[in-house]
């Protein structure tokens, strides 16, 4: 057993610092925008660049379409390293993390050669469109639909929770193309010009004031059919396959909030005494460190799974099972402990620039995004510990018989 | 990186679970359990013969001392066995705690004296620090010792103190400074009573001193700064039963909710008992990786060892205390009765949280550590 690095991957993870150290601004010339702001997205473009010149991007991806043909273990040492420096590395997770595979996997010769270098060097954006407003949850309930005619499909309909539409070049969509078969098995998957006629991108307001995601309007658009990825009515076995990869993006455990609560709680005074002297905050404390060093570890076992070759299994859930309770959790205690000034959120005035503030308004969302907590614990007790299926209405009802969505309220 | 066991210690692993599937059943365990008196034998002598055979007591015991010498990762996935099966032996205070003492603070005279008896089972040894049924002033125990090296006063609870053939008890001397002693339980003027115990599979006693002979070990150290540093090699041992035990629990509820039906149903397919047993395995994953943290430290030296024993011990605490009574709740009625075995995990998770420092204390060991 060790915690450490094997000596290769030592070599590596020094290869990778000496990179970052020469090419990072570690003055941290970022602008403040998150990922709505059209300066985020060129410093963003600017770095996926940066890193696709110097053989950095898309490190597991073949070389031919624009990666280094290494190991998982290697794109998570780079991770993990990057992760110290402030860059936009991240920014284009979800095109490159999940529409890559999944052109990899089923797209032609030539688009995989026209398309994934591009994506690789942030020449293109690319967008995942699965949910809809009637399908969250249960994503495979959704309704958009691709109607075949001739050699092109046409499709109308509308999805939600769209990061990055308002600038994506492509989109990976999900659609309905046989509502006359059970939930699962009338979808197929295509790809698209989202720049095309009868695409419409707006953005979504969130809870906490942001705007990183929208909603994808579709109205007769029209799709050719050697953009269809897998075969018609087998978009499922694509989806569920595409996600898989998802759980390989386990490079940085999920935000959390500990990093940022450690070094407000040891330098914090709370009646002339350092906080951490409080036997209530103290030992609140030392609960949630043992919380996030139980997360810490269990990525290290993981990874030492992925590094043996292992593809990290549905128990990957449990960083972001954990993790975004945790930071909502975390906020919260931190403004309790700030009392009046918890209530302010003007960043030169509070304490570090009000980030506690900031994280109780964003931490419901992480408890939503990309799975709810109630669907990470579904996914945990069926297919890590083998309990039975909920008993579905639906399981083999047609789907035009299905009721789904809000039948109340618009 | 690679935080994992070896595949040699996985093979011993399975040995052990083997061994203690035959050895060890859940019945086994009840005899101990359900004996009519106290004072009948406190633990199971056979299983206890037949893992001694197979040299477990010295898995950690370097060769010079008559042990195995193989380490503390091995003995890391033994303890989770014995953990995972409740196996009724005095393990964890002849092995984790005594031999180790012996181990940490003893004289090369002692370790050749008592490491072989302890390793081989010939002595069954304990600790005695506790002095009352109200919290422990561990600076300043109230049994004393004379400058003629004799003992008076009482302690308890002594988890296996019935047992003991050799007890290494904290006191006090003349000048008000304390340090700990090895005393043998055939001592003049040591007397002892088994006490009613949360866990009637495992066993506690009060032992009384009465001008006892005992002989110091490590008369430099205090007795506080001793069993600091005994605890942190203990609770990476103990987090090990405690991840087994949490896991046999969830291994449990999980099995009954799938065989048992009701609406019509596998209960198991209720969201309600679904995501109750994935939090169970959320707590045991957390738990058993700061476990293996905590065996990466005791078996390397490397990082702070008080760090990363306090994090295994309180996370590894605190999952077989809700392992344990959300396996007895997923069994609703039948799990309050003394004829299913939930009510043994949940007896079990508590005594060996109480045996070796409370929460509290932990967590404010932690956080001296590491703020």
């Given at each position: 057993m060790d915690f450490n690095d094997s000596q290769e991957q030592a070599e590596f993870r020094q290869k990778v610092v000496a990179w970052l150290e020469q090419n990072v601004?570690?003055?941290?010339?970022?602008?403040?925008?998150?990922?709505?702001s059209e300066q985020a997205l060129s410093e963003a473009r600017e770095w996926q660049r940066k890193i696709f010149d110097a053989g950095?991007?898309?490190?597991?991806?073949p070389k031919e379409y624009?990666?280094?043909?290494?190991s998982s273990i290697e794109q998570v040492i780079w991770s993990q390293e990057v992760?110290?420096?402030?860059?936009?590395?991240?920014?284009?997770a979800i095109g490159i993390g999940n529409c890559g595979p999944a052109i990899m996997l089923y797209g032609n010769e030539t688009q995989k050669q026209e398309l994934l270098p591009r994506m690789a060097r942030a020449d293109d954006i690319w967008c995942q469109m699965f949910s809809e407003p009637g399908a969250?949850?249960?994503?495979?309930?959704?309704?958009t639909r691709a109607e075949k005619n001739g050699d092109r499909w046409i499709v109308n309909g509308q999805k939600i929770w769209t990061s990055q539409a308002q600038y994506a070049d492509y989109g990976v969509l999900l659609t309905r193309?046989?509502?006359?078969?059970a939930k699962h098995k009338g979808l197929t998957m295509f790809f698209l010009?989202?720049?095309?006629?009868?695409v419409e991108v707006r953005p979504i307001k969130q809870a906490d004031g942001g705007q990183a995601f929208n909603e994808v309007f579709f109205t007769d658009v029209e799709i050719p059919?050697?953009?269809?990825?897998?075969?018609v009515n087998g978009g499922w076995g694509v989806a569920l396959t595409v996600l898989m990869n998802e759980?390989?993006?386990?490079?940085?455990?999920?935000?959390?909030?500990w990093p940022e609560y450690w070094d407000m709680i040891r330098e914090l005074q709370l009646n002339g005494q350092?906080?951490?002297?409080?036997d209530e905050v103290r030992r609140k404390t030392a609960e949630w460190y043992v919380m996030n060093a139980g997360l810490k570890n269990a990525q290290a076992r993981m990874l030492s799974a992925v590094a043996k070759g292992g593809v990290p299994g549905a128990e990957a859930s449990l960083g972001k099972l954990v993790g975004a309770p945790m930071c909502q959790d975390i906020s919260r205690y931190a403004l309790d402990l700030l009392a009046?000034?918890?209530?302010?959120?003007?960043e030169e005035l509070t304490l570090m620039n009000a980030q506690f503030q900031k994280a109780y308004l964003y931490a419901p969302g992480l408890r939503v995004a990309g799975g709810t907590d109630e669907v990470m614990r579904n996914i945990i007790a069926e297919q890590v510990l083998g309990l039975p299926p909920d008993v579905r209405v639906?399981?083999?009802?047609?789907?035009?018989?299905i009721q789904a969505g809000n039948q109340g309220v618009k | 990186m690679n935080f994992e066991f070896s595949d040699d210690q996985r093979m011993i692993q399975d040995q052990a679970r083997s061994f203690l599937t035959e050895h060890s059943p859940l019945a086994r365990v009840r005899e101990v359990l359900d004996r009519?008196?106290?004072?009948?034998?406190?633990?199971?002598l056979d299983l206890w013969n037949g893992l001694l055979e197979l040299g477990w007591a010295g898995v950690a015991i370097p060769e010079h001392y008559g042990?195995?010498?193989?380490g503390y990762l091995e003995l890391c996935v033994i303890a989770e066995e014995l953990g995972r099966s409740l196996a009724a032996v005095p393990f964890s205070s002849s092995v984790y705690l005594a031999a180790e003492a012996i181990l940490l603070a003893g004289s090369d005279e002692q370790k050749q004296q008592w490491l072989p008896k302890i390793a081989s089972g010939e002595v069954i040894a304990s600790i005695a620090f506790a002095e009352n049924?109200?919290?422990?002033?561990l600076s300043a125990p109230a049994v004393s010792v004379s400058s003629a090296g004799l003992l008076n006063g009482s302690k308890l609870p002594v988890c296996d103190g019935a047992a003991a053939d050799l007890l290494l008890v904290s006191a006090i001397n003349d000048y008000g400074k304390s340090g700990w002693y090895l005393v043998t339980a055939?001592?003049?003027?040591l007397t002892r009573k088994s006490l009613s115990c949360i866990d009637p599979s495992r066993s506690v006693a009060g032992v009384t001193f009465s001008n006892t002979p005992a002989e110091p070990i490590?008369?430099?150290?205090?007795a506080e700064s001793l069993q600091a540093d005994l605890f942190n090699r203990a609770a990476v041992l103990f987090a090990f039963e405690q991840v087994g035990g949490a896991q046999a629990c969830l291994d449990m509820a999980r099995e009954y909710t799938t065989q048992r039906y009701a609406f019509g149903r596998q209960?198991?397919?209720?969201q309600a008992l679904k995501h109750k047993m994935a939090d169970m395995f959320v707590v045991i994953e957390l738990a058993r990786s700061n476990a293996y943290y905590g065996a990466w430290a005791l078996s390397?030296?490397?990082?702070s060892l008080t760090e990363a024993a306090a994090v295994a011990r309180i996370s590894a605490t605190d999952a077989y205390y809700q392992c344990s009574k959300e396996n007895m709740q997923a069994h609703?009625?039948?799990?309050?009765?003394?004829?299913?075995?939930c009510h043994l995990y949940y007896r079990r998770a508590q005594y060996l949280s109480s045996l070796l420092g409370s929460q509290a204390y932990w967590k404010d060991r932690l956080m001296e550590e590491v703020a």
């Open positions: 601004d570690k003055e941290n010339t970022l602008s403040k925008g998150g990922m709505e950095w991007a898309c490190q597991t991806w624009g990666g280094r043909g290494a992760s110290k420096y402030p860059t936009r590395e991240g920014f284009f969250g949850s249960d994503v495979a309930g959704l309704k193309t046989d509502p006359r078969l010009d989202m720049k095309q006629a009868g059919d050697e953009q269809r990825l897998g075969e759980r390989l993006a386990i490079a940085e455990v999920a935000p959390n909030g350092p906080a951490l002297q409080d009046q000034s918890g209530a302010c959120t003007e639906d399981k083999g009802v047609p789907f035009n018989e | 009519d008196s106290l004072d009948d034998n406190s633990f199971d042990g195995l010498g193989l049924l109200g919290g422990v002033a055939n001592a003049n003027g490590c008369s430099a150290r205090s209960i198991g397919s209720f390397s030296g490397a990082g609703g009625g039948m799990g309050y009765t003394w004829e299913l075995d």
